[in-house]
């Protein structure tokens, strides 16, 4: 690598005036420009104040993990020439409705400083951000070069937000919202796209229910020869899909519209028509209201699929056990548990090269009657059934609600190379239901086989042994997830005292209080963040903590007036950037 | 459901986590709110005094951890398997003559608040900013719930809403 070969030179005994004559600042530049990973650069920023500068100079693109750890005059301070922004506002936790609206996180005094630091800014990528109409109003104004928006699990903004954008955005490639919250006042947003706009390469609009003007739509699609990513909304039906697929053969990433019964399609053969010109297909997803009976249509597009995307399509196993033969390349595979065991084995026996699977619950509130006798879902037997046929697997979300110890440590066996093991068994505190014992070993297999693990949620009824077990063995953990679990504060200590790279704890629920908070003094600093809550952390503990870390951003979120002393919220976070200074009235900053 | 009175296992103390479910392979799992419980650092015995009612349509708005467009995707799923529209009646408090409401046609309290501004020619709040305003023509949004309790709108996840919601009353500020 260009990077250690320098060091080598460098490290040779040289006086430091050759050393630095070896590379004027323009060649360290340049080379430094090849340096994309931000790890490796900030790494790179360390070394000596001569590669500081090289490198803020030469860096194009800043990733920001979390929008409260540094403000954007300090960005814009130290890299005169970012191109490309990435920002995560929220803290994960938001996703489940546990931080209040109105939290923060929002984008526009960042984009006030870009506008004027960065007018040549051309990406911008934000996850759990606060977007507003006006700020993207003033971003499709102020950027003239613009080119792609990712706006993933964001909110605050409306479909007018949208229409700014694609109204001012001369130059856009990538217009990406899945998953935000978007205040939906129709579907015009779409004819804003000028006529003459050609350059879109990259649009994602499945999470919205509106229907978008489809005639506009099929143009914009027929004049950017582009595009290779189209991911529409459910309101699309299965014939227009069928011509838009006519007019960009070339895509990569498809998303279907809904994928129910059609009338106005005239036969089922036309439709294969369409997949079937679909060559280059990598990724597959959308499948609304799947009728299975247009299922066979997608199979010539399948030869390809690397990843297929089936959480809101409620497929019955023998569908899928039909389907997953014509995909032979799959690598990534996210199905609801509809499919139950009997399709977990279909995967098993097909997909030899799986990396990922995710089996998200059909019915998580348990909604329906369940018959005595008649089991939902998927349990421990499809878990070890996948385990045994895709050894390759290294990514696992699996919500059950049912499981054992003899299982999980099976499917480590099966497949040690686990990077990221989530398991949700849905019932709070759910014991091995066979020999009713705690969850602990099945977690503490998997820390002790997967050697790789950076990232773990655990569930299911465990004691302080399972975080013994964690503290112990995953040295390489980076990201911890628990719920209901633990039975004491030596629980959290052991995992902020054994685990060297952890950078992000989120904890909901557990009996974890002042001192196993405390123990993590200087940890905090060496994180990204912590999140505890309705834990037994009180306010005054984290005063003391804020009080000791004094570089740390200590916040107890308190909505509920009547409890004095009962920290119901804790975000703790590095900051070089100091407290907030937008918290709302309910984040007390201590 | 019933609790078992003795500790599941002899090599588990009773008195360092609380044991919940002990029964096995029950088809209709549960939900139970545990947060008091582990606050109190109580153990769960099988004293009355300990006991929740162990109510099987309990849900937790937050829990499991699913994201929200999944989450909506799924409860929308449920009820278009049910039915295609939710028409709930809306009273506005002062009006004897209350109107009908197709809650599946919106999508967000942001869109029913909008919708019902629009149809009563008010200005109606919930929750969150209801508390802070007591001037006599802002209005409030209630509802019914399948308990047959009246609640304020807004507290709870919007697809969670609509299977509980059975009808709306729109009342005055001072009248709270």
């Known amino acids: 690598m260009t990077i250690k070969k320098k060091k080598e030179i460098i490290d040779d005994g040289k006086s430091p005036e050759n050393r630095l004559s070896l590379f004027p600042d323009e060649v360290l530049e340049r080379v430094l420009g090849f340096v994309k990973s931000h790890k490796d650069r900030s790494a790179v920023s360390l070394v000596c104040k001569d590669w500081y500068t090289a490198e803020r100079w030469s860096r194009t693109h800043v990733f920001i993990g979390n929008c409260y750890s540094v403000s954007p005059e300090i960005v814009a301070r130290r890299f005169p020439n970012i191109r490309s922004v990435t920002l995560k506002g929220k803290p994960r936790f938001s996703d489940f409705n546990l931080v209040p609206p109105d939290w923060g996180a929002d984008i526009h005094s960042w984009l006030v400083i870009f506008a004027s630091a960065f007018p040549f800014l051309e990406e911008l990528r934000l996850k759990r951000m606060t977007v507003t109409d006006e700020s993207l109003d003033f971003l499709a104004r102020s950027f003239t070069g613009f080119k792609a928006l990712s706006l993933v699990s964001c909110d605050g903004f409306s479909t007018n937000g949208l229409a700014s954008i694609a109204s001012y955005c001369r130059n856009l490639t990538e217009l990406d919202i899945q998953e935000s919250g978007v205040d939906e006042l129709g579907g015009s947003w779409l004819s804003c796209f000028p006529e003459n706009f050609m350059a879109l390469e990259a649009l994602n609009f499945a999470n919205l229910n509106s229907e978008v003007n489809f005639d506009a739509l099929e143009r914009l699609v027929a004049r950017c020869r582009s595009l290779k990513v189209l991911k529409v909304n459910k309101s699309i039906t299965l014939e227009q899909l069928r011509r838009l697929l006519m007019r960009a053969p070339q895509l990569v990433e498809l998303g279907t519209g809904s994928f129910s019964q059609d009338h106005s399609l005239r036969t089922d053969g036309e439709l294969e028509v369409a997949f079937n010109n679909c060559k280059s297909l990598h990724t597959l997803s959308g499948l609304w209201e799947v009728s299975s009976m247009y299922l066979p249509a997608l199979y010539p597009a399948c030869a390809n699929l690397v990843f297929l995307n089936l959480s809101y399509a409620a497929l019955q196993s023998t569908e899928l056990a039909k389907l997953l033969p014509n995909c032979p390349l799959l690598r990534r595979l996210w199905v609801l548990d509809t499919v139950e065991d009997k399709g977990l084995e279909a995967v098993a026996s097909n997909c030899h090269f799986l990396e990922e699977l995710r089996v998200f619950p059909a019915d998580p509130f348990d909604q329906e009657i369940i018959q005595e006798g008649v089991g939902t879902g998927v349990t421990e037997f499809g878990f070890v059934a996948v385990s045994e046929g895709c050894p390759n697997l290294q990514y696992v979300l699996y919500f059950c609600r049912q499981m054992t110890n003899a299982a999980v440590a099976t499917v480590v066996r099966n497949c040690p190379n686990f990077t990221h093991f989530r398991l949700c068994i849905m019932n709070m505190c759910e014991p091995d239901y066979l020999t009713n014992e705690p969850m602990d070993e099945a977690f503490g297999a998997v820390v002790k086989t997967c050697t790789r693990l950076r990232r773990l949620a655990v569930s299911g009824l465990l004691t302080d042994r399972a975080f013994e077990y964690i503290g112990t063995y995953a040295k390489n953990l980076e990201t911890l997830s628990v719920a209901f679990a633990g039975s004491s504060d030596r629980g959290m200590q052991c995992v902020l005292e054994g685990c060297p790279k952890l950078r992000k704890l989120e904890i909901r629920d557990c009996p974890f209080g002042n001192s196993a908070l405390l123990s993590g003094l200087e940890r905090y600093e060496t994180m990204r963040s912590l999140w505890m809550s309705a834990c037994k952390v009180t306010i005054d503990g984290c005063c003391l903590l804020a009080r000791k870390m004094p570089r740390l951003n200590v916040e107890v979120i308190k909505e509920d007036e009547n409890d004095e002393t009962h920290a119901e919220k804790v975000y703790v976070y590095r900051s070089v950037a100091g407290p907030r200074r937008d918290a709302p009235p309910f984040v007390l900053t201590l | ?176």
């Not at chain 2, 003795?6 to 609380?18: A, H, K, L």
């Not at chain 2, 139970?32 to 005094?49: A, E, M």
């Open chain 2, 1 to 176: 459901m019933e609790e078992q009175t003795s500790s599941p296992s002899s090599s588990i103390d009773s008195s360092s986590y609380p044991v919940l479910s002990t029964s096995s392979s029950r088809s209709r799992p549960i939900f139970r709110d545990l947060s008091t419980d582990l606050k109190l650092g109580l153990s769960i015995s099988s004293s009355p005094s300990t006991d929740t009612s162990f109510n099987s349509t309990e849900q937790v708005p937050d829990w499991p951890p699913i994201k929200p467009l999944l989450r909506s995707a799924l409860v929308e799923k449920r009820n278009e398997r049910h039915q295609d529209s939710l028409f709930v009646k809306v009273y506005m408090e002062g009006l004897p003559i209350g109107r009908k409401l197709d809650l599946f046609s919106l999508h967000s309290y942001d869109g029913l608040l909008k919708t019902l501004s629009r149809m009563f020619k008010a200005t109606i709040l919930c929750t969150d900013v209801a508390a802070q305003v007591s001037s006599s023509d802002i209005h409030f949004l209630t509802y019914e719930d399948k308990e047959g309790d009246w609640m304020m709108v807004g507290d709870v996840p919007w697809e969670m809403f609509l299977t509980t919601v059975k009808r709306l009353k729109i009342t005055r500020a001072d009248n709270l």
